[in-house]
Structure formats: C-alpha cells, structure tokens
C-alpha cells in the first residue's frame, strides 16, 4: 500500500533514527513510504497550551502537505491524535485518514525480526495513545513478535509527565513523575515508547538518573533495544 | 497574580513532594480508591450505558436550571422547609450566621459540605462566637490540625494514622494509639457530645430532588443522619446545580455516586429528607433551611462550560489523576482539587485568580475516563487554556514566543530556517528560559541532523 510519512517537528529534529526506523519497518511491511517534503508539525504544542490561532497556521501546513487519499503513518501517538482528533476542527478540513505507527504496522505489517530474543522490555503507553486512540496492545504485540519478553509496569494507565509545556511549568511534579515511571521499569533491559514527546522527557531523565536506556518503539522493532 | 498563583501552586507541590509520609499517604489512598472503584464498575452489567444515562439526568437539569431551582423551592417550602438563594458565598454565611443568631446557637455541629468550604463558613461562625464543629472524621482531623480539606471525599487523605494519633491525643489529654479501632473510639467519644448538645446542624446536600423538594446525604459514618436529626435546627448548604429531576434519576445517580466515590454499591447511610419534623413525628429539626448557592454557577448554564456543572463530587478524578498525587490537595487551594478543581476553580473566581489551574495538568485524559458523569475534564482544561491566551491572560512573553514560532513554522521554508538558526544557538538552550528549567532535571536533547535532510 501507498503511504505518507509524517515524521512529526520531534522526529524530524530530535530523533531523525526513530523516523528511518519507521520508514524501514514499513518498506519491509511492503509498503510504498512517500515522504511529503513540504510538511511541518500538526500544531500540537500551540495547540495544547490554548494558543489556537498560532495552531491553526502552523496545522495548515500539514492539511497542504498530506493527501486525504492515501494513509498517514506516524511514529507518534499524541501528534496522530491531534491529526485525526482535532486538526481537521481546527483548521476546517476534511479528516486524514492517520495512522499511529503501531497500529498500523499490527494491522498492515509483515514479518518482523527477531531483534528482542531475550530481551525484557517495558512499554510506556502514551495517554493520548492509550485513551484517545484506544492503541494499548498493538505495541505490545509488535514487541512480543519480535522476540521480546514484556515487563509490567505497576501502573501502565500513569502519565510519564511530559504533556508538552507542563514539563516546564511544573518541572517538579513532571520530574517526580517520570522517577515514578522509571522506577517502575528498573527491572527490564529498556522502557520503549510510541511518542517522541514521552521519549524526550524519559531519556533526558534517565539521563540524569538510572542511565535506563528508553528507546523509540520504532528503532526497538527495527533494530533491538541494545 | 499570575505569576503568584504560579508560584504559589509549585511552592506547595515541593513541599508535598519533599515530605515523604504524605507521598506515601497519597499514593497509597488515591490507588486504593481507584482500584476499588474499578472493581465496582467492572461489576456493572453495562457501565457505560448508566454513565451515559447519569450524564443525561444531569444535563436535562443543568439545561433547565432556573426551572428545577424553582420547582424545589416549591415543593420544599409546600413541606414547612425554608429555601434562601444566595448568589454569592458571602450571602449564604452571612444567611447561615443570621439563623444560628435566630436559634440563638453556641455550637454548630457540621457533616461534611464541600459548599460550607467554599462559603468559609466556619470562619464566618467563629467570628460571630459561634463555634463549628466538624463531625466528619475526614473533616474534624483537618479541622483540630488547623487545614482544609486535602481531598473532596477522603478530606485528611494526605495525614497518616500517627498525624492523626497525635491530633486526636491533644484533645483526649492522653496518648491514643496510632491504629483504626483505637483512633476511631476516641474521635467518637470526642464527638459525641457535640452532636447532643449542638443548637443547629449543618450539612451540605449530595443531591436535590425538583420533584419532591427532598435533599439526599450520601455518608459512612452517620454523622449525617446525627446533624440532621438531633439538633433543633437544620441548615443543608447545596449548590445549585446539585438538583436531579426526579426520584427515578436519584436513583441512577446513587447507583454510580458510591462507586465511583469509594467502590461502594452504596454507602452505608444514605439519607433522603424531605421538610423539617411534621406534628405527631418523633424525629427532626423544626426548621429546615436548604441554602442554594449560585457564586457563579448561573453564569455558566447554555455556556461552553456548562458540563462542568453535572459534576457529583465523587473524587474519582482526583484518584487517578497523576498531578494531584504529587501536588497534594491544597496546591490547588482550600477547597476544591485535582482536576475538578483545576476546572472548577478558574470559573468560580475567574481566570485572573486562578490562571495556573488550567496549567495544572499533563492533559493526560485520565480525569475524563473516570468521570462517572461524563464530564470531559481535560477538554474543559484545554478550553480554559485557550480562554488564558485568548482574554490576554496568559503572560505576554508566552503569546509573543508561540506568535513567532507559528509565523515560522507556517512554511516549509520557514521551517528549514528557523531549525538551522536553532542549531547554531544549540549551545545556549540550557542556559535561557524554558531550556534552563528543563535542563535543571534532564538531560537536553541535541539537534542534529534532520530526518528529512537524509
């Protein structure tokens, strides 16, 4: 099938390896991958601190760079759900049909390596993924398919503490939360996650903390966790 | 105020995280709560359909709210009970005083009121020499420790069993040991008097029936029933919007209020009352006063918020909700907390005083899978937040840096450009602004090569 890339502004800029990973587990899922080059962000983060007109023209720029005929795929489970939840409001177009990366890929996927064999993985369900997508066992399959043994967390429904500019308004609540989630996670080899945003907070937490290694969904089922 | 109000919610949420007991009292409480009410509703042969039904109940009221307010007040008033409508928190106290002045009262005894908190009741009693005591054990350990309520339905949420050893041994004159049975018997004893000797009774309302002019006390410890019952005179303190059509509707709403509250299929009293003590009754108060309160719940029927107010104030969306288990309750204020509250708050008193709350939150939409109602709290957030940008509240600096980058990023080319200036100013990200606080606890991440330049 013929699909568009969305790479989303935090792929793109900060984990350019996550987004290769994605396009590569989709060419394997015998996927045509086109990349739109004219696109942006979806707005998401103007969007989510109530700044609705600097969202608005920075989401057209998605509505002009992707086609309502083909499916969008990305590795991102917040910024699927503003694509297909709110922008199409928020700017007055007809929906995209998106596609959150790992639904996709449990839907449309192929064979997938066995780069996990022996490996125990935690996942991190991002909110806007699990309760605004309903996506909580696409990724865990994908993970389980391709070798990996999954750890628990205590409590998966938990936010990690990111929710955009939250991180930098209340950095203490938001660091105590991602303790809380790291911490949960302490038993296994890597804590993978759907979403740039959780990613960025989590391994720059990690970082400073217990050096666990977080990793992109994407780049756990195309490359292995380590 | 802004950046007071912003300081002032971070302030209190280190210290709630710098002390160890109360993390430990949250954590354990909101998740005992919360798996406690998951179990109740998972027992529920259609959960969803009696949510959906709760939220219509609810609606039908909110959506017609001048008319159910006055169908109570008639039906209420045709039983002997008196009704007064205050429109604003200092109308009721000052409504409430007048009555135990009437009653010519020295002690109040108190069941819990979320409205009484809002109102500041008790101080409005103490300062015309009266005392209020709250019979609530939640409530009472808040009042001898000199707080407020930490949570809406579990108010000393946050006090572990040797807090509250410690405040209870002050009044008894004697050490009381710092488990349940013990605890509980001296609270008792402590109480018990006060409800025999009390002139007037106060309590709130957990529902108001249009239809029959009843109010409904939803409690556990039956000192709902000894506050309503004993003293000579009742005052039930509810807020307007608290008002159900019908018995039939009642009925929905205790289906899903003690589940959702504490995973109970029903509390252990559940008390409907309807008019004070009729000739040749042996129970009751020979006054009932029921005090709706509006303080800008009025303002908010036909509105974009106007879902807010079908809320039950059950707590479920305080014990899921990941913020306020590290902020604790009061970093909220000394009323109303957790994501109810963050909503709640900024329409009561408005934006300007209480611009942080719509921040107060990670928008991780747990709130909105709890609500028993069907209120969609962290859209409300997100609306609040747009309000904040929109009526100029938010601080200039913030409208001016998203007005820039949405110029920016509004091409492609724009983009390209602002990303690579970005990238040369790399260096300095830790050390300004947003890029300093985030670089206080993580580490920063690096801009390299863009996906799309591959």
């Known amino acids: ?226 | 105020v802004t950046e007071l109000a912003q300081r002032r919610f971070r302030e209190f949420a280190r210290g709630s995280l710098a002390d160890g007991h109360m993390q430990a009292a949250l954590d354990l409480s909101t998740a005992r709560l919360r798996s406690h009410r998951l179990e109740a509703w998972h027992a529920l042969p259609d959960a969803q359909g009696l949510r959906q039904r709760a939220h219509d109940a609810r609606m039908r009221v909110i959506d017609d709210l001048d008319a159910h307010v006055a169908q109570f007040r008639e039906a209420l008033e045709a039983r002997g009970g008196k009704t007064f409508f205050a429109r604003t928190a200092e109308e009721a106290s000052a409504y409430v005083v007048e009555v135990c002045r009437e009653a010519d009262a020295k002690l109040v005894a108190k069941s819990k009121s979320m409205v009484s908190e809002e109102i500041a009741l008790n101080h409005a009693l103490e300062a015309a020499g009266i005392r209020p005591v709250e019979t609530d054990l939640g409530e009472y350990i808040m009042q001898l420790a000199g707080g407020h309520p930490a949570h809406i339905i579990a108010p000393a949420i946050e006090k572990t069993s040797e807090d509250i050893s410690e405040l209870l041994s002050a009044v008894e004159g004697e050490h009381v040991p710092p488990q349940l049975e013990p605890l509980a018997q001296a609270a008792r004893r402590q109480l018990r008097q006060v409800f025999l000797d009390a002139d007037v009774g106060v309590t709130g309302a957990n529902f108001g029936v249009s239809e029959t002019g009843s109010i409904c006390l939803v409690t556990n410890e039956g000192n709902g029933r000894l506050v309503s019952a004993l003293p000579r005179v009742h005052v039930a303190l509810m807020g307007m919007e608290r008002l159900v059509a019908s018995l039939a509707d009642l009925a929905v709403l205790l289906q899903l209020l003690a589940r959702s509250a504490t995973g109970q299929r029903l509390s252990s009293y559940t008390t409907l009352l309807t008019g004070p003590r009729r000739p040749g009754e042996q129970d009751g108060p020979e006054e009932l006063h029921v005090v709706i309160l509006d303080n800008g719940r009025s303002g908010l029927v036909g509105g974009r918020y106007r879902e807010m107010l079908a809320c039950i104030r059950c707590g479920a969306c305080l014990n899921v909700c990941p913020v306020y288990r590290k902020a604790g309750g009061g970093a909220y204020g000394p009323v109303y907390s957790g994501p109810m509250g963050a909503v709640l708050l900024p329409l009561l008193v408005g934006l300007e005083q209480a611009p942080v709350h719509p921040h107060a939150s990670s928008l991780c939409g747990s709130c909105t899978e709890a609500c028993p109602v069907k209120i969609p709290l962290h859209e409300l957030l997100l609306e609040l937040r747009r309000d904040l940008v929109e009526q100029a509240v938010a601080p200039w600096p913030e409208r001016a840096a998203f007005t820039l980058w949405s110029l920016a990023w509004s091409s492609p080319l724009g983009y390209r450009l602002s990303t690579a200036l970005a990238r040369l100013g790399q260096p300095l990200a830790g050390a300004l602004g947003p890029g300093r606080t985030w670089a206080r606890g993580r580490r920063l991440p690096r801009l390299g090569r863009r996906f799309r330049d591959r």
């Open chain 1, 1 to 226: 099938m013929r699909v568009q890339l969305f790479a989303t502004c935090l792929g793109d800029l900060l984990f350019p390896d996550a987004v290769v990973d994605a396009e590569a587990l989709l060419r394997a899922g015998g996927h045509e991958v086109e990349f739109p080059r004219a696109q942006v962000c979806c707005g998401q983060p103007a969007f989510n601190s109530g700044h609705r007109a600097a969202a608005r023209r920075v989401a057209r720029t998605f509505v002009k760079a992707f086609s309502p005929e083909s499916p969008v795929v990305t590795p991102s489970g917040s910024c699927a759900t503003m694509a297909a939840h709110y922008l199409p409001e928020l700017v007055g177009c007809e929906p995209f049909d998106v596609w959150e990366l790992s639904a996709f890929l449990d839907t449309h996927g192929g064979e997938l390596p066995a780069r996990n064999e022996g490996r125990r993985v935690a996942y991190h369900d991002s909110c806007h993924m699990l309760r605004e997508l309903g996506i909580a066992d696409a990724p865990r399959r994908l993970l389980e398919r391709s070798g990996a043994e999954l750890v628990p967390l205590p409590r998966p429904d938990l936010c990690c503490g990111f929710g955009g500019t939250f991180s930098v308004r209340q950095p203490e609540v938001s660091l105590a939360m991602a303790d809380d989630k790291l911490g949960g996670a302490a038993g296994a080899d890597a804590l993978v996650t759907a979403d740039p945003g959780c990613l960025m907070h989590l391994r720059g937490r990690s970082g400073r903390t217990t050096e666990l290694p977080v990793v992109h969904l994407a780049t756990a089922l195309a490359r292995g966790v380590a």
